[in-house]
């Protein structure tokens, strides 16, 4: 069975950098057309869709979101990662790792971690 | 593409039906997935396709529509079923996009 968990700081400074990580278990990160994905969701509003990677490192990003971010991968830990660049305080969510389906669903999660940027 | 749920909140007794909508801003054709969450547990993928239920989903579970207007109904409810539910859209990205989610409550 395939599983994902979020791993990073808690909490992040204003206009620091946002780092996390996602560690794939109970399959390999490089098979199949799957694509590996970051979400969030802010307290009380819905969830948004970050970027998403492939194991080719070919990556899609949130316009909204692009000038900021960097999503990597690194096959040979199994993992891919996340750096939200001069954050504030509307970055404060509980962000999630997934995998992505070719057709663009997400078919496995990770439980989420909560981050808050906070001085 | 805004996607928007409703009701925000449900509430339905055990062993009755639920019947949650979802609408597109746009037509999204078919490419609408439906997923569950509930406290302490990763989100779990319901439907895609619109219509399709994932791999172990009971057959309570089911999903309609197209276009602009979707449906997930759950037949008969289960205690396990009563969480937050949320649609998302993969016909037109970047972004996907997902709705705000409505809570299904016991009564």
């Known amino acids: 069975q395939l599983q994902l968990q979020e791993s990073g700081p808690r909490l992040v400074k204003p206009l620091e950098t946002l780092s996390l990580t996602c560690t794939v278990s109970g399959g390999s990160i490089t098979s199949g057309r799957h694509f590996w994905g970051w979400l969030r969701q802010p307290p009380g509003k819905g969830l948004a869709w970050i970027g998403s990677?492939?194991?080719?490192?070919?990556?899609y990003y949130n316009p909204s979101l692009k000038s900021r971010l960097t999503i990597s991968v690194d096959t040979s830990k199994n993992q891919f990662s996340l750096k939200v660049n001069s954050v504030t305080a509307a970055d404060t969510a509980t962000y999630y790792c997934s995998r992505q389906t070719g057709d663009g669903y997400f078919d496995y999660w990770g439980l989420g971690t909560l981050v808050t940027v906070s001085s | 593409i805004v996607m928007t749920q409703s009701p925000a909140t449900l509430s339905v007794s055990p062993g009755e039906r639920a019947s949650l909508s979802c609408r597109a801003s746009q037509s999204i054709s078919s490419n609408l997935a439906w997923y569950q969450r509930k406290p302490g547990q990763t989100p779990k993928l319901l439907i895609y396709?619109?219509?399709t239920r994932a791999s172990g989903i009971p057959a309570r579970f089911s999903g309609s529509g197209s276009g602009t207007q979707f449906t997930l109904t759950i037949s008969s409810l289960q205690s396990e079923d009563f969480a937050v539910y949320f649609c998302q859209q993969y016909n037109n990205w970047p972004p996907y996009t997902f709705g705000q989610g409505t809570k299904l409550e016991i009564k």
């Open positions: 990677i492939y194991h080719s490192g070919n990556t």
């Open positions: 396709g619109a219509s």
